[in-house]
């Protein structure tokens, strides 16, 4: 059980991490936004992602 949660808050923090550091860096000019990305409909897929990898991590780290 223990190697379950630990697979599940590595593989949530890793399903987040890449919208964090896009947020980020997406504060400098060279770097496209993810509105910009995706567009404003398309916000749907990343944050769901990131929601999702979330959900998982705070399985997780339940009772850490």
Known sequence: MVAAK???RV???AL???MFIWLALGLLP???SIVDVFGVDGLKIPSSIV???LLLAAIGFEDF
């Open 6 to 8: 630990r697979v599940l």
């Open 11 to 13: 593989l949530g923090i």
């Open 16 to 18: 987040a991490l890449p």
């Open 30 to 32: 060279s770097i496209p």
């Open 51 to 53: 929601i999702g990898g």
